[in-house]
T-cell receptor, first 110, second 116 residues
Framework: DAKTTQPPSMDCAEGRAANLPCNHS???????VYWYRQIHSQGPQYIIH???NNETNEMASLIITEDRKSSTLILPHATLRDTAVYYC???????????FGSGTKLNVKP | EAQVTQNPRYLITVTGKKLTVTCSQN?????MSWYRQDPGLGLRQIYY???????DKGDVPEGYKVSRKEKRNFPLILESPSPNQTSLYFC???????????????FGPGTRLLVL
């Protein structure tokens, strides 16, 4: 299984950058890494995805290590509304399945 | 508006009484999926469908059935619900995943199911 490993929780001060790590050491060369977040019990919301190169969009940046065994989601200026559970996900081509990790609960504090 | 809808949003039922949770998307997506979410366990995939008439098991398929007769609909069927199926259920859809383009997976609002 392409399990992803994330810390269960992290704290971040409002206005500071939040760096959320994810380990996906069994990822294959053509498998994408996705990040989603879930606020309370709402449906998860897409944030960003990447394969090899670093990616940036209006919500976040994604840094993928050269060996692709880990990645970091960066929220450049965290706000209280960014308090959520963040999931790092790998899509396994061979199985056509998304594998969710257990997620990181990010607590943004004033 | 692009969206995934689920019905009902809340359901209380009794053991053994068959139920169906509907899921519909208006984005012409090929890939649809059902997840359940339980405290401390994150989201686990129940079933998925790559296209019409193509369905396959996820990680926790026991006790569930699905069908994909139309592209937009992907109902989840519990033939004989049991208390251990009490959970929060999400339906999701996307274009064919893994291509790197238009990868957003849209999730529905969730269905809270309580089986007594």
């Amino acid at each position: 299984d392409a399990k992803t490993t994330q810390p269960p929780s992290m704290d971040c001060a409002e206005g500071r950058a939040a760096n959320l790590p994810c380990n996906h050491s069994t990822i294959s060369g053509n498998e994408y890494v996705y990040w989603y977040r879930q606020i309370h019990s709402q449906g998860p919301q897409y944030i960003i995805h990447g394969l090899k190169n670093n990616e940036t969009n209006e919500m976040a940046s994604l840094i993928i290590t050269e060996d692709r065994k880990s990645s970091t989601l960066i929220l450049p200026h965290a706000t209280l509304r960014d308090t959520a559970v963040y999931y790092c996900i790998v899509f396994r081509y061979n199985f056509n399945k998304f594998y969710f990790g257990s997620g990181t609960k990010l607590n943004v504090k004033p | 508006e692009a969206q995934v809808t689920q019905n009902p949003r809340y359901l209380i039922t009794v053991t053994g009484k068959k139920l169906t949770v509907t899921c519909s998307q208006n984005m012409n997506h090929e890939y649809m999926s059902w997840y359940r979410q339980d405290p401390g366990l994150g989201l686990r995939q129940i079933y998925y469908s790559m296209n019409v008439e193509v369905t396959d098991k996820g990680d926790v398929p026991e006790g569930y059935k699905v069908s994909r007769k139309e592209k937009r609909n992907f109902p989840l069927i519990l033939e004989s619900p049991s208390p251990n199926q009490t959970s929060l259920y999400f339906c999701a859809s996307s274009l064919v995943p893994g291509t790197g383009v238009q990868e957003t997976q849209y999730f529905g609002p969730g269905t809270r199911l309580l089986v007594l």
